[in-house]
């Protein structure tokens, strides 16, 4: 896999630190986060006017999902046929670096100077932008948030609020900067202003680009179609006005029927944004018809493995169900005391733990898999029911089984083994600790750096215990 | 080795079965009976549904008794809205007395220039108040989506419950899907400076819908 180059998870904790010093990202976080939490629980609650259940319809989710990754060369199959019978051309692409191939060589074949691009996470796993630049070929992010995070030069910080680091000042210091006009001081009352700026500005772009490039939310076997859903209204421009669409999709994105769509987008919106139905809805089947007076002359679908196909029959296989909602980033306390960027590759957050180890390689994203306080908020929301926590915890496992945690680690756990088994020693042991960490915090309680684990304390304080071991406390009960 | 080859080699091999054949077999007859999930249970008025549910989504409504009176409600709306009389419509609905309403309406994919686009809905979704457009050589898909304004024309029986309701309607009357089947939820909007909801992101900034036909 070509991807460890690009992935900077192995420098998580280097990270954390980082983010948690830098108060402007600080300030961003903390404004979102009750609004993310506030507007999921508000659309989850209003299942009940129709009398749905929460619990009832995440089952049918996964079970959807749990059916088509059961038999998934099946059903891959019968949407290539079906999406090659409707008039598309379906590719397929083991990793990053061949979707890049692929994608250059149809831009190339067709002259294409412009892409305009709807969200696609795949494409930046693929490092897709980088490549198409490479090739002399001009990508233009078209969603809000990824607009500004291009302008930025950086990656998005979460897979459905790109931006969601960027105070306004920094959005309207890019703003000026690409569309050649004087800063501004903005308020949060010209927010409306500053998108129709963006607006007129990508307008340009979704009219003179040759080539569309969208994600696909979900692709449909039964019509051979990709099912795109947007707030915006990029997804439906970049699909209906370039003369080529090419669709570039993990393969385990496929659902059977419409039915199936249906229920799950009676969730996707609800968990991502609070929404009973997000704006845009489109399923896309084929090329121009006959007679069509707009639409794209050829569509392309890319369907890509890069790293998916090994999770199947494997311990991980549940987190193929997952729909990219953004739930359990979006009630993550280690997400939002770091942001996105801290996890060091494509997806943040309790997902982007499981995800980035098992795409990456494991021993290329060693903290990642211990970047959770167990407090499963994310397995409880996530509506496909990922048991996130375990999959981690199973991560964390499979680090020790293949000897990839750090020497001293590994020592001190065996060490630990072998003197616990020897209650004497334990006790004495025992004693000689906790009186060491009374005597570095110094009578206050807490221990600001812990000496044989400095990185530990680097953002936190550990409160001392008793100052007598449990062993002693435990005699001193048994004597009243 | 393809990387199809390769590709659905290491996914057979990962959900370790045979009887490719067989099961593919199965799969297809399962698409001929497809199930529904969790149903929602909703009052029998789906009209008033439906209408409480695309004013809570940011559209307009205004209602008319019968198709005939739609051009008179587009006019009354572009005009309370200071907006001008050219528009461009789909070419299922340029047949009506646009003229006679004072408005110049165009038969034709919308353009840049363009600031209202008129429509004909193929059904609409009470459960969500969401419109189902599809995209054909009668109803191109830029019309609903360039113009700032968005004007919808949608027959009241029209109204199905949900989207399972209007997937089968569709299969019934179509067969087949179009390029595009469009589901539109109110005007266009983004959340992506600052979590703060701006209507009017790249698609249309008002969506105003004419339901037209007898209200209960
Ligand atoms: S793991 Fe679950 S909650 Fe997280 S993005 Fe995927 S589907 Fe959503």
Redesign the pocket.
Known sequence: MALGKHSQAMHFQARAGEKIRNPVLQAALQKARPLFVGKRVKGIASLAEDALDFEQLRTAAKNIRNRTLADLDVWLDIFEARATASGAEVLWARDGAEVSRLVVDIARRHGVTKVAKSKSMLSEEAHLNEALAEAGIRPVETDLGEYIVQLAGETPSH?IAPAVHKTIAEVEALFAKEHGRPLETRTSADIPAMAREARAVLRQHFLSAEMGISGANFLIAETGSAALVTNEGNGRMVTTLPKIHVVITGIEKIVPTLEDLATLMRLLPR?ATGQSISNYVSLLTGTKRKGDQDGPEKTVFILVDNGRANLLGSDYQDMLR???????MNHCPVYFSLGGHAYGWVYPG??GSVLTPLYTGLENALDLPHASTGCNQ?GS????A?P?PDLMHRLREEQHERGLRPWSERLALKAWAWIAGKPALYRWLARRVVRYLNWLADGSGRIRILGLAPAWTAGRDLPVSSSRTFHELYSARKKP | MSARDEILGRVRQGIGKADFAVRRAAAVAALNSPMRGPQPSMKADLVARFRAKAEYLSNTVAAVPGLDKAPAAVAAYLAASGLSGEAVATADVASLAWASAGLQVEARPAVDADKTGISSCFCAIAETGTLMLLSGPDSPATVSLLPETHIALLEVSRIVATMEDAFALLRAERGSLPRAVNFISGPSRTGDIEQTIVLGAHGPCRVHLILIGELS
């Open positions: 897979i968990s997952c729909i990219r909602c953004g739930a359990c309790p997902m994310c929301v996530c509506p496909v990922i996130l």
